[in-house]
């Protein structure tokens, strides 16, 4: 196979927990270089991993032909320019960039330079939305009629010294899990009439937002999207109806907490979960009641890095454009302006 050398531009969470652990097991590239502008910790998990000081050094190798792009979120767009500009593809995470604006630009510049630019929106090969998917797509419910969607975390502290934590455009909860949750309901839905949004700081002295409650106004169901740092009680982590019947789901994808166990996706039985964690489907079928445990499909976030293989080498058709990104984006400046002004907002 012709690998394709990566340059990873941080070796933070994102870097330890999913992007190396997925390059470096994946038979499509070989992880080559990584930015860590002080220690070496990179090198004593990975030995065939060179680490460098800086990420111009990173742009200067000629044989890295793509770059991934996991640095502060407000840095993105400077990063992915400079990476685009030295002739790399780049892989960026999300949230894509900080303004539509910005989004704008690089994709205009991608394009000009023939590049392959893609966001990792990872959460799309989660096993429960890949699941939630297959039972829209089943009709098994009839007309869906309501979709929700949460994410709570119980997290009643201010975390010290981190960016993640500062008041700046573009950090906050609503562009970091709002990124995925938004790009999830995308995914099913398509692009949304208007949006309505309550945005909020609910820890004591927090900077940024920490909770959300999201809807997304469509002409025929009703989407919400819910997230907060101070839910200590799991509730459903999906919840959908339909006019034959509702299927809930509890639990959250159990691939991140493999990732920071050491396992990687080459493994046997990856990205599945116990029964314990199947959704529950409650529905009538040709005139009969149905009530039971529906099996998860198993995750797979090396998927996602598939289809980046498949698009450089064999010009397969990407399937997380930067366009779907720079509509996350644009749905997000929506929320904001709505939780803002209490009012909603129309796209179109």
Not at 126 to 148: A, N, P, Y
Not at 221 to 248: D, P, Q
Not at 308 to 314: A, C, F, G, K, S
Request: include cysteine; glycine fraction near 8%; charge should be negative.
């Amino acid at each position: 196979m012709n690998k394709i050398q990566v340059g990873l531009a941080s070796f933070g969470m994102s870097g330890m927990v999913f992007h190396v652990p997925i390059l470096a097991h994946h038979r499509g590239f070989q992880l080559t270089k990584i930015v860590e502008r002080s220690k070496n910790e990179a090198t004593k998990i990975y030995p065939d991993i060179t680490s460098v000081r800086s990420f111009d050094e990173l742009l200067l190798d000629n044989n890295i032909e793509l770059v991934v792009v996991n640095t502060p979120d407000p840095t993105h767009f400077e990063y992915t320019h400079r990476a685009l500009e030295a002739g790399k593809h780049v892989v960026v995470e999300k949230p894509f960039t900080q303004s539509i604006g910005q989004g704008e630009d690089l994709i205009n510049f991608a394009d000009k330079k023939n590049l392959i630019l893609s966001v990792f929106q990872n959460r799309r090969w989660d096993g429960d939305f890949l699941t939630v998917r297959k039972v829209v797509e089943s009709g098994w419910l009839g007309r869906l009629v309501e979709f929700e969607s949460n994410y709570m975390r119980y997290r009643n502290f201010i975390q010290p010294d981190t960016w993640k934590e500062s008041l700046a455009q573009g950090i906050g909860l609503t562009y970091n899990l709002g990124s995925h949750m938004i790009d999830q309901a995308v995914a099913l839905f398509g692009m949304p009439d208007a949006v309505w949004a309550d945005i909020g700081n609910m820890r004591t002295g927090s900077e940024i937002d920490d909770y959300y409650h999201i809807k997304l106004i469509y002409p025929e169901i009703k989407v919400t999207l819910k997230a907060s740092y101070l839910v200590r009680e799991e509730g459903a982590r999906y919840t959908l109806h339909g006019t034959n019947g509702s299927f809930l789901k509890y639990g959250l994808d159990p691939q991140e907490e493999m990732l920071k166990q050491g396992s990687n996706p080459s493994m046997p039985d990856w990205g599945k979960e116990p029964e314990s964690q199947w959704g529950i489907l409650n529905t009538e079928m040709n005139g009969l009641h149905i009530r039971g445990k529906v099996e998860t499909t198993p995750g797979n976030y090396a998927a996602y890095y598939d289809n980046i293989y498949d698009v450089i080498r064999n010009r397969a058709e990407l399937e997380v454009t930067p366009e779907q990104a720079l509509n996350v984006i644009r749905l997000i400046e929506a929320a904001m302006e709505s939780g803002r002004s209490r009012q909603c907002v129309e796209l179109f």
